[in-house]
């Protein structure tokens, strides 16, 4: 296993600590805030065992605070706040070290279903701004589709597959990825391109879709309308059709099956 | 649907066996020991009571114990004596110079003992400090209690050696503790000489302490100390055993070394059971003190002993009023 270039397998335990001082932020399913400490605290704490100074290690503290939106909140306790906040402390404690590689272990499972889909919005803000490279583990699948760009399926420590959320569902390698992928809801995942009938130029009716629509998005305009929809590219020239029946048997498999 | 009704009937014939079984054990179990009481005319004599000559010579083998520890030269060099003496002589300073702080002043450098209103008044900060103004209240008023009552000098004397005593036994057992959850073997051996030290009753501390440290002041103290260790251990055990795994590894993930886990992550962590910990340590400290007496322990305790021995009950109960108004105030 390699990280820049060094094995970590056969890191020393020495190394290991520079490595995890320098390189890696963890997120943790159950937050793992120090209950004695104040957010900012907690917040510096990757940076006070690397012995940073108080005032360096503050005034970082507090950039990451920002950057999670907890400003304000720099003096409250664990205990004190929410579970969506506390593991907004959580994210800014790992990313505080500016690591190069970011681990989240089920960060978003112990958080209700609002939460989870405000804080999911959360990182996907920050992934923005930061494009660190991410290991992200979940056993929410929806989760996944919606935050990776790519996927892999694990069972008993081996990976199963690896890929893109539309490469895993609709070219499943094992009886095991096909049986996680079954229940996924595909309109959120296939795009137009995917369910669309070839034809270059003819037709354009009076609605079009573009090919990277996701049909979750479209269906109601495809669905809705008697005739076959255009299909626009990126430079918005017509590559294709699609019609309802495409996109019903995309969904939900061809009439009498 | 007849599946379902035969293993209901199964169940209830188990269910009746196992009544059966129920009642059958303890009669065969205790059976013939009841036989026994009817019996009883029959049976030889060192069955009803062991002989004399049977009874094993326990005391001895204490007596040449003790008897190789205080007599015999270990490595040729000095006796197992001469270490505890040592260790008690190390305690002898701290003790001295709380009682410098509080009955005796350091006249080499022209240091008058705090007043009585100094230490009530430092208590109530203290108090404020560390709870706000109820505290503060009323560990100043107990502390302004004691000294109106006449028996300032005794009560400080007994402060004092809870003062010193508290701490060295907080930190011995958080040490102790700490080990043993490093180290497992060393819990092996811990935990039985833990539950020992628990259920000795507090006077058999005074018997080893007197042989092997002496009758004095500073023995009290030892006493004391080993007296109020074994809780600390333990909750110290308890505390640490009981931070979070993804704490420890939040620790772990942020690069700590094993000392800065120890330090930063899990002791903090587990700060509330080491309070309770503390708080109990004062208290073990409170009752030994007054125990410590019989083997030369001065102030209150003393007084008290020498009370009770001359049967004067108003003045005993009058002391502990007054002990129990330290332990109020040192437990707050």
Known sequence: ?257 | MSSAASSVAVGGDAGTHREVARWRAPAVVLGPFALILLVRESLPPWLLTPPASWTLPFVDWINAAVKFLSREQLFGLFTFKDVTRAIGRGIEWPLDFMEGVLISGFEGVGIAPAPWLMVAGLAAVWGWYLRGWRLSLLAGSCIAYVALFGKWKLSMITLSAVLVAAPVAGMLGLLVGILAVKWRAFERVLWPLLNVMQSLPHFSYLIPVAVFIGVSHRAGAIATILFALPPMARLTILGLRGVGAEVREAGVMAGCTPWQMLWKVEVPAARPTLMIGVNQVIMQCLAMVVIASFIGAKGLGHDLLFRLQSLRIGQALEIGVAIVFIAVTLDG
């Open chain 1, 1 to 257: 296993m390699l990280l820049d270039g060094q094995d970590l397998l056969r890191a020393d335990p020495r190394e290991m600590i520079e490595i995890r001082r320098h390189k890696m932020g963890m997120v943790f399913q159950h937050f793992a805030l120090l209950p004695h400490r104040t957010v900012i605290e907690n917040v510096a704490f990757p940076l006070e065992v690397q012995g940073i100074d108080k005032r360096a290690r503050r005034a970082r503290a507090a950039e990451v605070i920002d950057l999670v939106g907890l400003q304000g909140r720099e003096r409250y306790y664990p205990h004190e706040l929410s579970g969506g906040q506390q593991q907004r402390v959580g994210i800014a404690r790992s990313l505080a070290v500016e690591p190069d590689i970011w681990f989240l272990d089920e960060p978003f499972s112990a958080l209700d279903p609002l939460i989870r889909r405000e804080m999911q919005d959360e990182f996907l803000r920050l992934q923005n701004m930061l494009h660190k490279t991410i290991v992200f583990i979940t056993h929410d699948f929806d989760e996944a589709i919606r935050l990776a760009d790519r996927i892999a399926i694990m069972k008993d420590g081996l990976v199963e597959q690896v890929g893109t959320a539309q490469a895993l569902i609709s070219d499943p390698a094992t009886a095991y990825v096909a049986e996680f992928t079954q229940h996924v809801a595909r309109e959120k995942l296939l795009l137009v391109e995917s369910v669309m009938e070839r034809a270059d130029g003819t037709t354009p009716g009076q609605r079009t879709v573009r090919a990277a629509d996701r049909i979750a998005n479209v269906a109601a305009a495809i669905l809705l309308s008697d005739q076959p929809v255009a299909v626009l590219d990126a430079e918005r020239r017509v590559v294709g059709r699609v019609r309802r029946e495409n996109v019903v048997e995309a969904l939900y498999g061809r009439a009498g099956e």
